[in-house]
T-cell receptor, first 113, second 115 residues
Framework: QKEVEQNSGPLSVPEGAIASLNCTYS??????FFWYRQYSGKSPELIMF????GDKEDGRFTAQLNKASQYVSLLIRDSQPSDSATYLC?????????????FGKGTKLSVKP | DVKVTQSSRYLVKRTGEKVFLECVQD?????MFWYRQDPGLGLRLIYF???????EKGDIPEGYSVSREKKERFSLILESASTNQTSMYLC??????????????FGQGTRLTVV
């Protein structure tokens, strides 16, 4: 059974701090990695994707991928109360159903003013 | 922008009713998915489809069926609704690009309550 693991949280950080969200995955063949943000009662929205080892930056967000350790993370710099949400990590179902993603259960982030 | 639209935002149905949840995407995506999301359980895949008239069972297909008669439309059917099917239902679609670039786009979700 392919798995994506996340700490459920809640992760609480003060406004302006760096929030660090972590994710591990079981399938060494996975090639695509995604971070979704989901506000309470809303559907997930894609905020970052990464395919290669290393860092990828987009504004206040940085995704980090380490395929050898099967680890992907999301850093949010200068955290804002509006970043308070659940963050879902997802990986492609390599070797399984093409186009399918395997989701973690999400980490709830709370940014305190 | 990709748009995935679910027919209802909120639904209340009675036990035993047949329930139809509709999803339409406008970006010619090959793959479409139905998930349910429950607190503490995350997103669980019910069914998915990679082509018209094709369907595959996900992790929790029991009590559900699906229909994909047209590429843009994917329907989830609860044959006989039960209270344990009260949940948030999310439809998603992806373009078939092989093993990469499979970012999923979600509909707004349907909050179904079975009483």
């Amino acid at each position: 059974q392919k798995e994506v693991e996340q700490n459920s949280g809640p992760l609480s950080v003060p406004e302006g701090a760096i929030a660090s969200l972590n994710c591990t995955y079981s399938d060494r063949g996975s090639q695509s990695f995604f971070w979704y943000r989901q506000y309470s009662g809303k559907s997930p929205e894609l905020i970052m994707f990464i395919y290669s080892n290393g860092d990828k930056e987009d504004g206040r967000f940085t995704a980090q991928l380490n395929k050898a350790s099967q680890y992907v993370s999301l850093l949010i710099r200068d955290s804002q109360p509006s970043d308070s949400a659940t963050y879902l990590c997802a990986v492609n179902d390599y070797g399984g159903s093409q186009g399918n993603l395997i989701f973690g259960k999400g980490t709830k982030l709370s940014v305190k003013p | 922008d990709v748009k995935v639209t679910q027919s209802s935002r909120y639904l209340v149905k009675r036990t035993g009713e047949k329930v139809f949840l509709e999803c339409v995407q406008d970006m010619d995506h090959e793959n479409m998915f139905w998930y349910r999301q429950d607190p503490g359980l995350g997103l669980r895949l019910i069914y998915f489809s990679y082509d018209v008239k094709m369907k595959e069972k996900g992790d929790i297909p029991e009590g559900y069926s699906v229909s994909r008669e047209k590429k843009e439309r994917f329907s989830l059917i609860l044959e006989s609704a039960s209270t344990n099917q009260t949940s948030m239902y999310l439809c998603a679609s992806t373009r078939d690009r092989g093993w990469t670039n499979t970012e999923a786009f979600f509909g707004q979700g349907t909050r179904l309550t079975v009483v």
